[in-house]
Protein backbone atom coordinates (compact mmCIF):
# COMPACT_ATOMS: atom_id res chain seq x y z
CA UNK A 1 0.00 0.00 0.00
CA UNK A 2 3.01 2.27 0.73
CA UNK A 3 3.90 1.49 -2.38
CA UNK A 4 1.48 2.34 -3.84
CA UNK A 5 1.18 5.85 -2.42
CA UNK A 6 4.04 6.44 -3.33
CA UNK A 7 3.81 6.08 -7.14
CA UNK A 8 0.75 8.01 -6.85
CA UNK A 9 2.31 11.12 -5.83
CA UNK A 10 5.27 10.73 -7.92
CA UNK A 11 2.81 10.25 -11.01
CA UNK A 12 0.46 12.94 -9.73
CA UNK A 13 3.48 15.84 -8.90
CA UNK A 14 4.80 15.28 -12.31
CA UNK A 15 1.65 16.51 -13.91
CA UNK A 16 0.93 19.31 -11.68
CA UNK A 17 4.57 20.60 -12.87
CA UNK A 18 3.75 19.95 -16.65
CA UNK A 19 2.44 22.74 -18.98
CA UNK A 20 -1.17 23.28 -18.15
CA UNK A 21 -2.85 25.90 -20.60
CA UNK A 22 -4.91 25.55 -23.39
CA UNK A 23 -3.29 26.03 -26.76
CA UNK A 24 -3.69 28.51 -28.77
CA UNK A 25 -3.29 28.76 -32.82
CA UNK A 26 -1.33 31.30 -34.65
CA UNK A 27 -4.51 32.90 -36.34
CA UNK A 28 -5.76 33.54 -32.88
CA UNK A 29 -2.59 34.50 -31.22
CA UNK A 30 -2.45 36.84 -34.94
CA UNK A 31 -5.45 38.46 -34.10
CA UNK A 32 -5.16 39.15 -30.20
CA UNK A 33 -1.63 40.74 -30.47
CA UNK A 34 -0.83 44.23 -30.66
CA UNK A 35 2.24 43.36 -32.42
CA UNK A 36 3.45 40.36 -34.67
CA UNK A 37 6.82 39.84 -35.50
CA UNK A 38 10.20 37.43 -36.86
CA UNK A 39 13.20 38.49 -34.87
CA UNK A 40 16.58 37.19 -34.46
CA UNK A 41 18.09 37.17 -30.80
CA UNK A 42 21.35 38.45 -30.47
CA UNK A 43 22.18 38.57 -26.83
CA UNK A 44 20.86 36.69 -23.55
CA UNK A 45 20.95 36.47 -19.97
CA UNK A 46 19.61 34.17 -17.03
CA UNK A 47 17.79 36.28 -14.30
CA UNK A 48 17.89 34.95 -11.12
CA UNK A 49 16.02 33.65 -9.20
CA UNK A 50 13.24 33.76 -10.61
CA UNK A 51 15.28 31.48 -13.36
CA UNK A 52 14.05 33.27 -16.43
CA UNK A 53 16.01 34.10 -19.00
CA UNK A 54 15.91 37.50 -20.92
CA UNK A 55 16.82 38.55 -24.31
CA UNK A 56 17.72 41.12 -26.95
CA UNK A 57 16.83 41.06 -30.45
CA UNK A 58 16.70 41.82 -33.78
CA UNK A 59 13.46 41.98 -35.91
CA UNK A 60 13.74 40.69 -39.05
CA UNK A 61 10.38 41.28 -40.88
CA UNK A 62 6.39 42.70 -39.20
CA UNK A 63 3.37 41.31 -40.14
CA UNK A 64 1.50 43.39 -37.65
CA UNK A 65 1.74 46.72 -35.93
CA UNK A 66 5.23 48.01 -34.44
CA UNK A 67 6.87 46.31 -32.08
CA UNK A 68 9.09 49.18 -31.34
CA UNK A 69 8.10 49.53 -28.04
CA UNK A 70 9.06 45.45 -27.43
CA UNK A 71 12.43 46.27 -25.54
CA UNK A 72 13.38 42.50 -24.82
CA UNK A 73 11.72 38.59 -25.09
CA UNK A 74 11.78 36.57 -21.90
CA UNK A 75 11.35 33.01 -21.62
CA UNK A 76 9.71 31.22 -18.52
CA UNK A 77 11.60 28.82 -16.55
CA UNK A 78 13.82 26.94 -18.80
CA UNK A 79 13.45 23.96 -16.82
CA UNK A 80 9.25 24.20 -17.22
CA UNK A 81 7.84 22.25 -19.65
CA UNK A 82 5.85 25.91 -20.87
CA UNK A 83 8.86 27.43 -21.69
CA UNK A 84 10.23 28.16 -25.40
CA UNK A 85 14.19 27.90 -25.10
CA UNK A 86 16.08 30.97 -26.54
CA UNK A 87 19.05 30.25 -28.38
CA UNK A 88 21.21 33.08 -29.80
CA UNK A 89 20.96 33.42 -33.50
CA UNK A 90 17.22 31.34 -33.20
CA UNK A 91 14.59 32.85 -35.13
CA UNK A 92 11.65 33.25 -33.42
CA UNK A 93 7.55 34.79 -34.36
CA UNK A 94 6.46 37.31 -31.91
CA UNK A 95 2.88 38.02 -31.04
CA UNK A 96 3.47 40.67 -28.84
CA UNK A 97 0.96 42.04 -26.49
CA UNK A 98 1.09 45.52 -25.22
CA UNK A 99 3.95 45.00 -22.55
CA UNK A 100 7.64 46.15 -23.07
CA UNK A 101 8.62 42.61 -22.26
CA UNK A 102 7.30 39.87 -25.06
CA UNK A 103 6.68 36.37 -23.59
CA UNK A 104 7.96 33.10 -25.42
CA UNK A 105 5.37 30.05 -24.28
CA UNK A 106 3.38 26.97 -26.01
CA UNK A 107 0.49 28.66 -25.34
CA UNK A 108 -1.88 31.24 -23.54
CA UNK A 109 -0.78 35.22 -23.64
CA UNK A 110 2.79 34.34 -23.60
CA UNK A 111 2.26 32.57 -27.07
CA UNK A 112 5.41 33.04 -29.25
CA UNK A 113 7.44 30.44 -30.79
CA UNK A 114 10.75 28.78 -33.07
CA UNK A 115 10.45 29.94 -36.65
CA UNK A 116 11.17 27.35 -39.70
CA UNK A 117 10.85 29.56 -43.01
CA UNK A 118 11.26 26.30 -44.74
CA UNK A 119 8.21 24.67 -43.27
CA UNK A 120 6.00 27.77 -43.00
CA UNK A 121 6.26 29.52 -46.27
CA UNK A 122 2.55 29.25 -46.36
CA UNK A 123 2.31 31.59 -42.75
CA UNK A 124 4.99 34.12 -44.36
CA UNK A 125 2.53 34.84 -47.68
CA UNK A 126 -0.89 34.82 -45.74
CA UNK A 127 0.62 37.34 -43.62
CA UNK A 128 3.34 39.05 -45.58
CA UNK A 129 2.66 43.19 -45.20
CA UNK A 130 2.27 44.62 -48.50
CA UNK A 131 5.54 47.01 -49.45
Partial sequence: MKQLLVLATLVFSHAAVACDCVPITDDAAFAKAQSVFLATVTEAELIEPARKVRARFTVLEIFKGDPTYVKALESHDPSSDCAVRITIGARYLIFAGPEE???????????????????????????????
Fill in 101 to 131: VALLGDCGPGYSRHFNAAKESTWLKKHKRPR
